[in-house]
């Protein structure tokens, strides 16, 4: 039909071009002679050759096929895919903070630096720490930064401890960054009501514990109610508390990790603090820590010193850096504007929509589906597929479903602690209309379930591409093929 359904091998042709320059008027010179020989192509690369306009077209039309939480619902539990407000967009684009250079004297980026430093005081009173590195620039990293402190700081002491205690239902990167860090991970498995039970953990804990690493709420979107006692078992034996706060919609405004007893804790800005996420980046995972852990932080340190604002290299025990320059300073600068913008009692109105929003889902959702732990939940809760995979309908069917009616599922199978699992965040921003017109769906669908199986079980439906068959595509992964293949591929799954 219309050419932009075409792949833009298809609408190539040769010696198309879409630019236009003046002939130069610089003498050409042979790369051949500029280059050592194994840099320079045998044959050109095989780029397709189109006009601007088409350019945009494709750009744009691949641009359609995406979803993205300014087109549609995206209850991504354990994720929160947040509203970006488009004011942090503006606020990224000022020249000021869009056209500085990384390398320019601390001297002539004042304002820059002045952001970053009352980001850093900001998500310390937010979290209740004393002090905030804001160069890890992910979730992960940021754990795996705070270990490599909690490792500095045992090193310091002269001691040697080599365990870090995971519950069951922590997101993966938790044992992932302990291994990376050099630690061994030992798994704590929670109790009926999903949570840690402490007695187990009191087992685990020793003299080789060098931390334990908790989401709270846990991601079961659950409370840790006896934090306070896990707490203390733990800094009794000479060990520390890493909070994991990717996703700290909950607690906003209303409590802090530092009054739960966590010496260290993480924050996903590209989740809680709602800069754009997905995609694979930039994100940022600034990292705040207890006055013990202050002098192992990462270097630089951005500082005041009077009236000045300072980039401090001087930390002598500091773990290093663990990130070029200061940290992915656009997303920053979009947290920051969040921030203000919202002052104190609006990141806690945040905090009681985003609770309220959950259980107003779960109880809408909690007679057609398997709700393992149902009680108040915090931000995001779980229910199980369990009901229908008797049925012979997965979870994994049903997500496909979802995408029939333009939603994106929630994330599912995970935690790995509960059965066919769905794992359901709807966010703050949402409306009463939207939840309802989702959770109508998700209705529709445990019906269809019932009654009409094969339509689940065949979906999606209405995508571009049907299923993929994702078993063959994590075992024999096909990331090279010439154009025509491209093109002959490309073609079978429109086909399909
Ligand atoms: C997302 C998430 C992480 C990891 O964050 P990344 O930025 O993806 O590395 C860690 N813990 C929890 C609970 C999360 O939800």
Known sequence: MVEYNDLIFEISRSGRVGSSLPESDVNKVDLQDKFPKHLIRDIPAELPEVSELQLVRHYTALSNKNHGIDNGFYPLGSCTMKYNPKINEDVARLEGFSRIHPYQPAETA???????YELQEELAVITGMDAVTLQPSAGAQGEWTGLMMVKAYLKEKGETRTKVLVPDSAHGTNPASATVAGFQTVTIPSNENGLVDVEELKKHVDHDTAALMLTNPNTLGLFEKEIVEIAKVV????????????????????????????????????????????????????????????????????????????????????????????????????????????????????????????????????????????????????????????????????????????????????????EECLMIEPTETESKETMDAFADVMIQIAKEVENNPDVVLESPHTTVIGRLDEVQAARQPILRYTKEEAVEIDKEIVKS
């Open 110 to 116: 004042q304002g820059a630096l002045q952001l970053l």
């Open 235 to 418: 800094h009794e034996a000479g060990g520390l508390l890493y909070y994991d706060g990717a996703n700290a919609n909950a607690i906003l405004g209303k409590t802090t990790p530092g009054k739960m007893g966590f010496d260290i804790v993480h924050l996903n800005l590209h989740k809680t603090f709602t800069t754009p996420h997905g995609g694979g980046g930039p994100g940022a995972g600034p990292v705040g820590v207890k006055k013990k852990l202050i002098p192992y932080l990462p270097v630089p340190r951005i500082e005041k010193d009077e009236d000045k604002y300072v980039i401090d290299f001087n930390q002598p025990l500091s773990i290093g850096r663990v990130k070029g320059y200061y940290g992915n300073f656009g997303i920053l600068v979009r947290a920051y504007t969040y921030i203000r913008t919202m002052g104190p009692e609006g990141l806690r109105q945040v905090s009681e929509s985003a609770v309220l929003h959950a259980n107003y889902l779960r109880k809408k959702l909690e007679p057609y589906f398997e709700a393992p732990y149902s009680q108040i939940c915090k931000h995001e809760f779980v229910l199980s597929g369990s009901k229908q995979k008797k049925l012979g309908v997965r979870t994994l069917d049903m997500a496909k479903r979802l995408l029939d009616f333009g939603y994106h599922p929630p994330t599912i199978y995970f935690p790995l602690n509960v």
